[in-house]
C-alpha cells in the first residue's frame, strides 16, 4: 500500500512537471507572437501615416509660381468633374445677382421744371437721355431706378467674363460685358468689350456702390448720367513695386454725349463728317499704401478725342465739332479706428479744355463761331461708419471753372456753382441698405435766374445671388 501511494506520487509531481513545462511553452509561444502582431501593427502604422501625408499633400496642392498654370489646374479640376458627370455643371454655372434700387423723393421743383433747368455753357438734359439706368431719382414721389442683373463666370484658364444688364421702365441695355485676362505674365492684364472706363475714381464703379444716392455734379455735366461707359479695350500694368502702382490705357469708342460724340451731322447748310473711330484715349496712374491705420489710394488720369454733339434746345438746334481734353486727379483716404469704425475721404477734380466750332440754328439762320471752352469742378465727402450698420456723411459739390470764348469773347457766364448733400444710411446686413439724403443744388439756370433745387430721398438697395466684394 505504501508502495502504490508513492508510485502515485511520484507520477503525480512528473505530471505536474511537464504541465508547468508546456504552460511556460505555451506562454512565451504566445508572447512571440504578440511581438510579432505589435511589429506588424506598427508597420500598418507607418504605412498609415505616409499615406496620409501624401493624401495631405494631393489636397494641399503648392500653388504653381505662375498663375496661368495654377488658374489651367483649377480649370482642369472642374474639367475633370464634368467629365465624370456630365449632366451636373454646376461647376460652371455663373454666378448671377439681381441688385434693385428704388426711392421716394421729395423736391421743391416739378419734374417738367427739373428737366428744362441748365447750367449755361456747361449742360442741359438731352431730349433722348434715356437709358438702362435712366436718371436715379428723377421724379418726386416714388422711382424705380433700376433693377441690376450682374453675371460673372471664369471662361477658361485665360479669361473671365463680366456682364451688367440694368432695367427701368425706360427699358434695358447691356451697361458692361466684357473679358478680363487672367495671367499673362509681366504684370499685364488685357480688357475687352463694353466697359466703365478707369478714368478718375467714382467712374468705374456702378450707383449702387456710391456713397451717395445722386451722383457727383462735376459727373453729371461732364459724363451724363450714365458716365463714361465706352465699348474699346484696356491695358493694366501693375509694377513690380513693393507698394502698389498701376498705369492702363485704354482705347474707346468715344461715343460719350456729353464730352464725345462720333457721328456727323448736318446743320443748316453744313455738312459736318463723322469722327474716326475709335475716338477715344484714356490714360492713368493709379497708386495706393498704408501709413498706419491711414490707408491711401490716388490717382491721375488723361482722355482726349474728337467731339460731335447736335441736339434741339430752346426750339433752336446747337452743335459743336471740335476737340476735348480731360484731366482729372482723384484722392481717397480712410483711416480705420478699429474693425468696425473707420473715416473716409474722398475727392475728384476734372479739368476739360475743348476747341472747335460752335453752331446754333433757327431754322432761318445758321451761326458759326469759333469756340474755347475750359472749365472745371470737383467734389469733396466724409463718411464716418460709427457703427457696424451705421454710416454718415457730407459730400460738397463745386464747379469752380466756366471760362468759355466765342470768336474770342469771353462770355460772361456763371460759375462757382455748389451743390450740398448729407446722407444717414443704415444696413440691416450687407445686403440691404436703407438711405436718407438731404441736399440743396444751386448750380442750376432757367434762362438767366438761378433755381435752386431743394431735395430730399429715402433710397432702399437691395442684393440678392452672388455678388463680388466692391473694390476698396
Not at 26 to 34: A, G, H, S, W
Not at 150 to 168: E, G, N
Amino acid at each position: 500500500m505504501k508502495k502504490l501511494a508513492l508510485s502515485l506520487a511520484i507520477f503525480s509531481f512528473s505530471f505536474a512537471q511537464e504541465s508547468l513545462e508546456d504552460l511556460k511553452r505555451q506562454l512565451e509561444e504566445q508572447r512571440r507572437l504578440i511581438r510579432e502582431l505589435e511589429k506588424k501593427i506598427e508597420a500598418l502604422e507607418k504605412v498609415q501615416k505616409v499615406e496620409a501625408r501624401q493624401e495631405e499633400k494631393k489636397e494641399e496642392k503648392p500653388t504653381p509660381a505662375d498663375r496661368t498654370l495654377q488658374l489651367r489646374s483649377k480649370y482642369e479640376e472642374r474639367l475633370k468633374a464634368f467629365q465624370i458627370s456630365p449632366f451636373r455643371q454646376t461647376a460652371f454655372l455663373p454666378d448671377i445677382s439681381l441688385i434693385v434700387d428704388t426711392s421716394v423723393v421729395g423736391r421743391n421743383r416739378k419734374d417738367k421744371e427739373l428737366k428744362e433747368l441748365k447750367i449755361p455753357g456747361l449742360y442741359h438734359k438731352h431730349e433722348h437721355d434715356k437709358h438702362g439706368h435712366g436718371a436715379p431719382n428723377e421724379k418726386r414721389g416714388f422711382n424705380l431706378n433700376y433693377a441690376e442683373l450682374f453675371f460673372y463666370s471664369p471662361v477658361d484658364p485665360y479669361f473671365d467674363l463680366y456682364a451688367t444688364i440694368p432695367f427701368s421702365e425706360h427699358g434695358a441695355e447691356v451697361e458692361e460685358a466684357y473679358a478680363v485676362t487672367r495671367g499673362l505674365p509681366g504684370g499685364f492684364q488685357l480688357k475687352v468689350g463694353k466697359f466703365r472706363s478707369s478714368f478718375g475714381r467714382l467712374n468705374s464703379q456702378h450707383p449702387h456702390a456710391w456713397d451717395f444716392a445722386t451722383q457727383p455734379l462735376v459727373y453729371k455735366v461732364f459724363f451724363g448720367d450714365d458716365g463714361l461707359t465706352e465699348k474699346g479695350i484696356q491695358l493694366n500694368w501693375l509694377a513690380p513695386t513693393p507698394f502698389y502702382l498701376l498705369f492702363g490705357a485704354e482705347v474707346l469708342q468715344g461715343e460719350n454725349e456729353q464730352s464725345f460724340g462720333t457721328e456727323g451731322f448736318r446743320i443748316g447748310s453744313v455738312e459736318v463728317p463723322e469722327t474716326r473711330k475709335p475716338n477715344l484715349y484714356v490714360g492713368f496712374v493709379k497708386t495706393s499704401f498704408d501709413v498706419g491705420n491711414l490707408s491711401v489710394l490716388t490717382g491721375l488720369s488723361y482722355g482726349a478725342g474728337h467731339t460731335r454733339i447736335h441736339h434741339t434746345h430752346d426750339n433752336k438746334e446747337h452743335a459743336f465739332a471740335g476737340k476735348t481734353k480731360l484731366y482729372g486727379f482723384d484722392l481717397t483716404a480712410r483711416y480705420n479706428i478699429d474693425s468696425t469704425r473707420y473715416v473716409s475721404f474722398q475727392g475728384e477734380y476734372i479739368y476739360r479744355d475743348s476747341e472747335g466750332k460752335y453752331f446754333e440754328y433757327d431754322g432761318n439762320m445758321l451761326t458759326t463761331e469759333e469756340t474755347k471752352k475750359k472749365q472745371g469742378g470737383f467734389y469733396s465727402q466724409l463718411v464716418f461708419r460709427f457703427d457696424k450698420r451705421w454710416r454718415a456723411g457730407v459730400q460738397y459739390n463745386l464747379i469752380n471753372k466756366n471760362d468759355v470764348k466765342k470768336d474770342g469773347v469771353k462770355r460772361d457766364l456763371p460759375k462757382n456753382l455748389p451743390a450740398y448733400y448729407a446722407m444717414l444710411e443704415y444696413s440691416p446686413t450687407e445686403f440691404s441698405r436703407i438711405r436718407l439724403q438731404v441736399g440743396q443744388n444751386r448750380a442750376f439756370y432757367e434762362k438767366n435766374s438761378r433755381k435752386t433745387v431743394n431735395e430730399v430721398i429715402l433710397q432702399f438697395n437691395f442684393a440678392i445671388g452672388a455678388h463680388g466684394a466692391h473694390p476698396f
